[in-house]
């Protein structure tokens, strides 16, 4: 296992348009976060899962922003209708249930909106 | 408001100087991570301390939870030009996870 694994390192997206980022966990972890980190600033949670389940969503940044764990293995960031302001690295971490022994991160996704 | 409040914000220092970062919260916390993050790349953990006054030592980084464990702090010793990077400190508390604002430490070799 390489670690935790993000796809793609780039994007770069036009105003409006629709863009999925995926993440593949360390196997052996039951939980998949995501977080968004801009310039400067340290990460910022949006979401995680245990398995296959959702566990808190309530800190996406608005409804345009969704996230899926389909089979508790890999999971994909969603944006629709992106605007300038979701210009950002989207970070995706893994951890044991007992993730209070800290989280594995990928290197991220730097996404840019045109 | 944040609930991590990490200072100095940024840390620029000569290689061999000594330097301390710090973590505060108003809340407690069961445990805290340390990370480093390079341009570009995702943090990466340093340390874990879960019991308030533990002291961890990892080569030439001390890591300290304080008593009541709402802060902790960073020292690092004769640094070195490969320490540059984004220390970011981070906790939880039930489903909601926090990283602190980062320190910027540049060490000029």
């Known amino acids: 296992d390489t670690g935790v694994s993000q796809n793609p390192r780039h994007k770069i997206t036009k105003r409006g348009q629709n863009v999925t980022f995926r993440c593949d966990p360390i196997s052996e972890h039951n939980r998949l976060y995501w977080y968004r980190q801009t310039l400067g600033q340290g990460p910022e949670f949006l979401t995680y899962?245990?398995?296959?389940?959702?566990?808190?969503k309530s800190r996406l940044l608005s409804d345009r922003f969704s996230a899926e764990r389909p089979k508790g293995s890999f999971s994909t960031l969603e944006i629709q209708r992106t605007e300038q302001g979701d210009s950002a690295m989207y970070l995706c971490a893994s951890s044991p249930i007992t993730g209070g022994n800290g989280y594995t991160f990928g290197s991220g996704t730097r996404l840019t909106v045109v | 408001t944040q609930l991590l409040e990490q200072s100095p914000q940024f840390l620029s220092i000569q290689e061999g100087e000594n330097l301390t970062v710090y973590c505060n919260s108003s809340?407690?916390?069961?445990?805290l991570q340390w990370y480093r993050q390079e341009p570009g790349e995702g943090p990466v953990l340093l340390v874990t301390?879960?019991?308030?006054?533990e002291v961890k030592k990892l080569k030439r980084l001390t890591f300290q939870f304080g008593d009541a464990r709402k802060d902790s702090s960073l020292h690092i010793t004769a640094a070195q030009p490969g320490d540059t990077g984004l220390y970011l400190c981070?906790?939880?508390?039930?489903?909601?996870?926090?990283f602190g604002t980062g320190t910027s430490l540049t060490v000029i070799p």
């Open positions: 899962f245990q398995n296959e389940a959702q566990l808190e």
């Open positions: 301390v879960v019991t308030g006054g």
């Open positions: 809340s407690v916390f069961s445990s």
């Open positions: 981070a906790s939880s508390r039930g489903n909601q996870f926090y």
